[in-house]
């Protein structure tokens, strides 16, 4: 059954997680110093275990279990259905929109908020939202980014990021 | 009642209003605002007040802190996406009323409850601060240790399909926020020789990631399918709520203030755990719990009220004891303390003129608060006829502002990338996201406390089983999880039986 | 008011996002840009950082940013800074951290990566106790302590933050050194601790005391510094009761190191007339701070000599990396 499968997958990922992460804590957090202190290891140790015995149980679960409840009930979640059972996910979607996260930081970083934010969203325009037009893809990128610069930075003053290589803005 | 005249007469005047309603409009913009949140809001207003007379400095301080803890629901209700860490249950229902057309109806009652619930605090304040002051001292390491367990519980409430799932997401949140220097041993964990990574993941930073992250990659993978946004959300009436559902209500929202400035008023606690309780309380006692988390107004009424009643709850620590709950109302006690305002327990003795100004400021910024509120919604509501695929470009950029100014680091800007791509794998994985938030908002002091706790007591249990406070709190946190589970139980077994007879 | 705000926008980044990045140089018209302050703490480091950098600006007739740049400890506004030209337009708002923090392990370098500019202000540990005990002076606490042979605990910030330095000090120099259990808690939260009777003793800032000894709550029974503070006239330094601590905690400006000479004195100057200037005399009394502005030359001898202080009594407890 594909639900099993994927829970115990799911299981299995969270499972390597837990270990890992206490392995991590055991060998590089010191345990403290001792007496009546709970040290600075109890904690995040605790909670790699945790985590490990909960994603057993998952696993368990996911082949002896009953999965038949957990299906069935109605989800009384926030998260908007179709995103959980949405079938095949864009994983080129979630790379994309994740890469240009990271580009975003990177290069607020190296070319201040101005110039990164008319790069990225530029960028962001022609690949994720899938539009062709240039006069639009210039307006929106140069648009947003002046809009938020003149917004936040002058007349709110928040501390907009400089860049290190060059620096309009 | 001179005095009282006094500050009146002091507090309402033209310039002292126009600072307060200032604070309050750039409150109710940096909570409303996905990604920037009233804390760097407050950072901002400070160097503002220096050249301002004191009574001026309250009153933009003041508002600008209400403010933004009652503008966190607008994008938490119109987007899904929280404005502040207080605001993160109102999304439950407020983003579904959104999307079946009833924006402008969660919009106005969240803001007229948040003015309810801020008012009913004031009120608690001026009658027993000292009184409540003197219980909050009692608050000890085990005390809060025991409430925020308590607190913790609510997980059951919320973890969607299966308590299983639920339990995973707290305990990762709780993880990620053990990251960092640990303060108490000065002890680097988990961060592997950076010194960047020293900061840790901030709370604010995360919870950007955890909601709009997610919702970014939504909207382009819907976009990709070509799946168009549905009809309603484009259709949106500007409909206020009626008294007669108020009046439904007013029990719901007097128990939630009720909540929320006891909560707000035990220091180090805050808006989070108030409005997270006050949520599980209102759909535990509802008639109907399956509508919670599709829409039902009850889930905006009580974190609404819970969260703004808390603004109270943390003035009268701060007031009456000098001590400020959270990193927002340290900058306003910075803000009191550069005026010659020195809280404490002596200020209600010398100071009695400022203290009756607090009060009145309080009350104005609600108001300005209140008329801003209900006007804007006209204009928050157009949010939903702009094209979701640009929606979340300005999200994006707006994260990116937020989440770099929260501590002015490149870093948080990466972190906000990773822990969204962590949150959309476990949304995915059919592990609820909201979980994971709770974790983030209580691991902190769920660890520091229990730590300190252990350190008074010298390694012994005894410090949380000898406290009766601890205790009820205990046994509460043992009632919630034990009717979820008893619940998980019976359904199952009805759903059995119900097998069985169809088969049969 | 609306200008109030825009001008304080406007003033604090306009001039900082139109210029431009790659610096001409720094000896021409230093400053010709905006200066940007890193800012590591909250609370009261924030608050006089903001409140110097606006005098300050006045006197450079360039703006003065205010960076906040909080979290390990002053590590992360330290390495950001330390990474920073050496041109004079990046400075950082620093603190006896600097020593601290390189000890303990989270800076791999020390306060020899920066040049130090001016010390502006120093804030002065307090002793405070809870009324009811009774005792008056270190003297009698001291007495007590030994005579009762009990465990007391004593509220800090944190283990090897400030407050937990001077702590270990002080009591150690009283001889009651091995009967104190430290408790850490996060900033602020001491004096309620104290009041609800969780805790015997706390050393923390003396802003955070006023209104309890105003109100009869608490006892504040010595002071750390060399002299006695402002806010609290009456209180005696440890020093005049016979115990040999002189310990306070100097904020001053430092800048990466490299930065030419005529640049760390037009700082210098700027600070000076800051430091000077009434309103920041004013605010130090609101606050609860010590204004104490002392040239660049002078400065650096107070970093190196506390370096060695404090490398000395973390060894001691067991701390250093």
């Not at chain 1, 009384?76 to 979607?93: N, R």
């Not at chain 3, 139109?18 to 940007?36: C, I, Q, R």
Request: with cysteine; proline share 5%.
């Amino acid at each position: 059954m594909p639900q099993k499968m994927q829970d115990a997958f799911v299981g299995a990922v969270l499972l390597s997680a837990g270990l890992v992460w206490c392995v991590l804590v055991w060998r590089t957090i010191p345990p403290g110093t001792g007496g009546g202190d709970v040290g600075p290891r109890a904690f995040p140790l605790l909670l790699g275990a945790l985590l490990s015995i909960l994603s057993a149980v998952m696993i368990i679960k996911a082949f002896t279990g009953t999965p038949a409840v957990e299906a069935d009930l109605p989800i009384d979640d926030a998260e908007p259905e179709d995103s959980s059972t949405g079938g095949s996910v864009g994983w080129l979607t979630v790379f994309l929109t994740f890469a240009h996260m990271i580009a975003y930081a990177f290069l607020m970083q190296k070319l201040g908020f101005l110039l990164s934010t008319v790069v990225v969203v530029a960028s962001i325009m022609v690949t994720c939202a899938g539009e062709r037009s240039p006069l639009r893809i210039v307006g929106m990128s140069v648009g947003v980014a002046v809009m938020c610069w003149l917004i936040f930075g002058k007349l709110l003053g928040v501390y907009l990021a400089n860049g290190t290589w060059i620096n309009l803005g | 009642m001179d005095q009282f005249l006094n500050a009146a007469i002091m507090t309402l005047q033209p310039e002292v209003l126009g600072a307060i309603g200032l604070g309050s409009l750039i409150g109710l913009i940096f909570g409303s605002i996905p990604g920037l949140t009233f804390t760097v809001a407050l950072a901002l207003a400070l160097p503002l007040t220096f050249n301002l007379d004191s009574i001026s400095a309250i009153g933009l301080l003041l508002g600008t802190y209400i403010g933004g803890m009652t503008g966190g629901s607008v994008s938490a209700i119109l987007l899904g996406i929280p404005g502040t860490p207080s605001a993160a249950a109102t999304v439950f229902d407020g983003y579904p009323m959104a999307k079946n057309g009833r924006a402008s109806l969660a919009l106005g009652m969240a803001v007229i409850v948040s003015v309810f619930g801020g008012i009913f605090s004031l009120v608690v304040m001026v009658v027993a601060v000292q009184l409540v002051s003197k219980v909050a001292i009692t608050f000890g390491p085990a005390e809060i240790f025991a409430l925020v367990v308590f607190g913790l519980s609510t997980i059951c409430g919320m973890a969607g399909r299966s308590l299983l799932r639920g339990l995973i997401a707290g305990v990762i949140g709780l993880m990620l926020m053990t990251i960092g220097l640990d303060a108490f041993d000065g002890v680097q964990r988990l961060t592997f020789g950076s010194t960047n990574m020293l900061q840790g993941i901030n709370l604010l930073v995360a919870m950007i990631g955890l909601f709009a992250v997610p919702f970014v990659i939504q909207v382009f993978d819907e976009h990709r399918r070509g799946i168009k946004p549905p009809a309603q959300a484009t259709d949106v009436r500007a409909e206020l709520p009626s008294f007669r559902l108020m009046f439904a209500n007013l029990w719901l929202m007097i128990r939630c203030a009720f909540l929320g400035t006891g909560i707000g008023a035990i220091p180090g606690t805050g808006g989070p755990i108030a409005a997270f309780l006050a949520y599980d309380h209102a759909k535990r006692f509802s008639k109907e719990p399956k509508t919670f988390g599709r829409g039902n107004i009850k889930g905006v009424i009580a974190p609404e009220t819970a969260n703004n009643a808390v603004t109270g709850g943390t003035m009268i620590p701060l007031l009456a004891l000098g001590i400020p709950g959270d990193p927002a109302t340290a900058i306003v006690l910075a803000g009191l303390q550069i005026h010659g305002i020195v809280p404490g327990p002596a200020l209600f003795m010398t100071n009695q003129t400022e203290v009756y100004g607090i009060y009145i400021s309080i009350v104005v910024a609600y108001v300005a608060i209140l008329v801003m509120q209900l006007l804007g919604i006209r204009l928050f509501v157009h949010v939903l006829r702009v094209p979701p695929r640009l929606m979340a470009i300005v999200v994006i950029v707006l994260c990116g502002i937020g989440a770099f100014s929260v501590r002015n680091s490149i870093f948080d800007v990466y972190t906000m990338a990773i822990v969204g791509l962590l949150a959309y794998g476990l949304i995915k994985a059919d592990i609820p996201a909201t979980p994971i938030i709770l974790g983030l908002v209580l691991g902190p002091i769920l660890e520091s406390e229990f730590r300190t706790a252990m350190n008074l007591s010298g390694g012994d249990f005894a410090i949380f089983y000898t406290s009766p406070t601890a205790l009820v709190f205990f046994a509460l946190a043992l009632l919630i999880v034990g009717l979820q589970l008893s619940g998980e139980f019976f359904r199952k077994k009805s759903k059995n039986a119900a097998v069985g007879t169809s088969n049969a | 008011m609306m200008s109030t705000l825009s001008k304080g926008g406007i003033f604090a980044t306009a001039l900082a996002v139109f210029a431009m990045g790659a610096s001409l140089p720094a000896k021409a018209e230093y400053p010709e840009k905006p200066v940007e302050m890193t800012v590591l703490f909250g609370g009261t480091a924030n608050t006089i950082a903001q409140l110097l950098s606006e005098l300050m600006a006045e006197e450079l007739g360039s703006p003065v940013v205010p960076v906040s740049r909080t979290g390990g400890g002053g590590a992360i506004g330290y390495a950001h800074v330390q990474s920073m030209r050496p041109d004079g337009y990046n400075v950082v708002w620093n603190s006896n951290s600097i020593n601290t923090s390189y000890h303990l392990g989270t800076l791999p370098f020390n306060y020899e990566a920066f040049d130090p500019v001016a010390q502006i202000s120093v804030e002065v540990p307090v002793l405070a106790v809870s009324a009811d005990k009774g005792w008056t002076n270190l003297e009698e606490m001291a007495a007590a302590v030994k005579e009762s042979g009990e465990t007391y605990n004593i509220g800090i910030s944190g283990k090897g933050s400030f407050t937990h330095l001077t702590s270990v000090a002080l009591f150690n120099a009283m001889g009651i050194g091995d009967q104190m259990n430290y408790i850490s808690y996060g900033d602020g939260k001491a004096p309620v601790e104290l009041l609800a009777g969780r805790i015997d003793a706390a050393i923390q800032w003396p802003g955070q005391f006023l209104s309890y000894v105003e109100s009869g709550d608490l006892s504040v029974i010595a002071s750390t510094g060399a002299d006695p503070v402002s806010v609290l006239p009456d209180v005696e330094t440890a020093q005049a009761q016979g115990f040999d601590v002189d310990i306070s905690m100097w904020r001053g400006i430092a800048v990466p190191k490299g930065t030419p000479e005529e640049v760390i004195v037009k700082l210098e100057e700027a600070a000076k007339s800051a430091v000077e200037s009434e309103k920041f005399q004013s605010a130090a009394q609101n606050i609860g701070f010590e204004p104490s502005f002392k040239g660049h030359a002078e400065f650096g001898e107070v970093i190196a000599e506390d370096d060695a202080f404090y490398a000395s009594l973390l060894q001691e407890l067991g701390m250093t990396n």
